[in-house]
T-cell receptor, first 112, second 116 residues
Framework: DQQVKQNSPSLSVQEGRISILNCDYT??????FLWYKKYPAEGPTFLIS?????DKNEDGRFTVFLNKSAKHLSLHIVPSQPGDSAVYFC???????????FGKGTLLTVNP | ETGVTQSPTHLIKTRGQQVTLRCSSQ?????VSWYQQALGQGPQFIFQ???????GRGNFPPRFSGLQFPNYSSELNVNALELDDSALYLC???????????????FGPGTRLTVL
């Protein structure tokens, strides 16, 4: 039973355009959400997080939106750069849970 | 500030052997979590250590065990290795003010384990 789902295995965008990565979750106990970026042969790098008391959090080119009623979050990257090409993981934690539950990831390719 | 480090980078073992993986947490962090990442999957939680005690465990058998030391570094031990244990093993550290509280985890580069 996958509690965090990233339904798009891959996404391709042009440099300078917006990249939108989506994530859905099923567990109502989740109250903290994170996005990580992963290059091959490296560990996941933390990008941005959001608490369930907010619906938006921004950090530079990265914005995360949370829709609690739909149990959906998204990561917007504007403008996209070729160096953003990587696998992006959505993760969630909450309640008495201390662990992170990850989606399967979305491979983002930004074309020059 | 030193990030999370892991050793070794790569490891090849045969079925039935035992392996120990090591992790040094980021400076100032008191919590270490271990994850297993199989090919094409997201990381799966193995267990977490907070102040040298296990703070929760995922759906992994008892042959996966761990330790955390007073300097917050940690070990992951796997006994009786099976072919399916081949994966990338990731260590993550965080600074939890509250046990079980929300925390951002910072990952090391991982150890690639191959079981033949």
């Amino acid at each position: 039973d996958q509690q965090v789902k990233q339904n798009s295995p891959s996404l391709s965008v042009q440099e300078g355009r917006i990249s939108i990565l989506n994530c859905d979750y099923t567990n109502s106990m989740f109250d903290y959400f994170l996005w990580y970026k992963k290059y091959p042969a490296e560990g996941p790098t933390f990008l941005i997080s959001i608490s369930s008391i907010k619906d938006k959090n921004e950090d530079g080119r990265f914005t995360v939106f949370l829709n609690k009623s739909a149990k959906h979050l998204s990561l917007h990257i504007v403008p996209s750069q070729p160096g953003d090409s990587a696998v992006y993981f959505c993760a969630a934690s909450g309640g008495s849970n201390y662990k992170l539950t990850f989606g399967k990831g979305t491979l983002l390719t930004v074309n020059p | 500030e030193t990030g999370v480090t892991q050793s070794p980078t790569h490891l090849i073992k045969t079925r039935g052997q035992q392996v120990t993986l090591r992790c040094s947490s980021q400076s100032g962090h008191n919590t270490v979590s271990w994850y297993q990442q199989a090919l094409g999957q997201g990381p799966q939680f193995i267990f977490q250590y907070y102040r040298e005690e296990e703070n929760g465990r995922g759906n992994f058998p008892p042959r996966f065990s761990g330790l955390q030391f007073p300097n917050y570094s940690s070990e992951l031990n796997v006994n009786a290795l099976e072919l399916d244990d081949s994966a990338l093993y990731l260590c993550a550290s965080s600074n939890s003010q509250l046990r079980g509280g929300p925390n951002t985890q910072y990952f090391g580069p991982g150890t690639r384990l191959t079981v033949l």
